[in-house]
């Protein structure tokens, strides 16, 4: 059974860089074709897609972040990270990490990790 | 970019009542349509993929139908468990973009 679990800080400074580590586990992350995506969603509103990066390193942002996003991957530890630079309170949200099958009709979300609020505050 | 709107935003029913929730697209989309449940503090879980396509494991009373920029998600007869949000999301565009959510409440 493939899990999913975030890590990071959970507070950051404004105008700092977030960073966060997706572990993925039950499942090489470099085999297969898959996606795998980051996604945020502020407390008490919708999901926001932020960016995905596929098994062979190739990478798709949300262009309302895409000049403060990064997403790499590393395939010795199973991991994929995020990095948002000079986050604003507005950057304050749940950030999920997740899983897509790119041969499966309409790529959906099937395996998602439990989140991980990260607060952007001085 | 791709913009998904759901009607209704809030809906209040009762255990065994049928329920529709729906999912527009600005633009066609064909089936590339995937519906989630979530419930508060947890992830998203995915319930239907490819607007008509039931996850493995999710309960037969959930099903979904529409292609081009119209869908739906009909729950045949509500469980206590399935007072929920639900999203739509679109894999269409490179760009995925979910719908606002459906908040599912008891009546």
């Known amino acids: 059974q493939v899990q999913l679990q975030e890590s990071g800080p959970g507070l950051v400074k404004p105008s700092q860089t977030l960073s966060l580590t997706c572990t993925v586990s039950?499942?090489?992350?470099?085999?297969?074709?898959?996606?795998w995506s980051w996604i945020r969603q502020p407390a008490g509103k919708g999901l926001e897609w932020i960016g995905r990066?596929?098994?062979?390193?190739?990478?798709n942002y949300n262009p309302s972040l895409k000049s403060r996003v990064t997403i790499s991957v590393d395939t010795s530890k199973n991991q994929f990270s995020l990095k948002l630079s000079s986050v604003t309170a507005a950057d304050t949200a749940v950030y999920y990490c997740?899983?897509?099958?790119?041969?499966?009709?309409?790529?959906?979300?099937?395996?998602w990790g439990q989140g991980t609020l990260v607060t952007v505050s001085s | 970019d791709i913009q998904m709107t759901q009607s209704p935003s809030s809906l209040s029913a009762s255990v065994g009542d049928r329920v529709t929730i729906t999912c527009r697209a600005s633009?066609?989309?064909?089936?590339?349509l995937n519906w989630y449940q979530q419930k508060p503090g947890k992830a998203p879980k995915l319930l239907i993929y490819?607007?008509?396509s039931l996850q493995s494991g999710v309960p037969s009373r959930f099903s979904g139908s529409g292609s081009g920029t119209d869908f739906t998600l009909t729950i045949s007869s509500l469980q206590p468990e399935d007072f929920a949000t639900y999203y739509c999301?679109?894999?269409?565009?490179?760009?995925?973009?979910f719908g606002q959510g459906t908040k599912l409440e008891i009546k």
């Open positions: 997740a899983r897509a099958v790119a041969a499966r009709p309409s790529s959906p979300f099937d395996y």
């Open positions: 039950g499942g090489s992350i470099s085999s297969g074709s898959y996606y």
């Open positions: 990066i596929y098994t062979s390193g190739s990478t």
């Open positions: 633009q066609s989309i064909s089936s590339y």
């Open positions: 490819a607007a008509s």
């Open positions: 999301q679109q894999s269409y565009s490179t760009l995925y973009s």
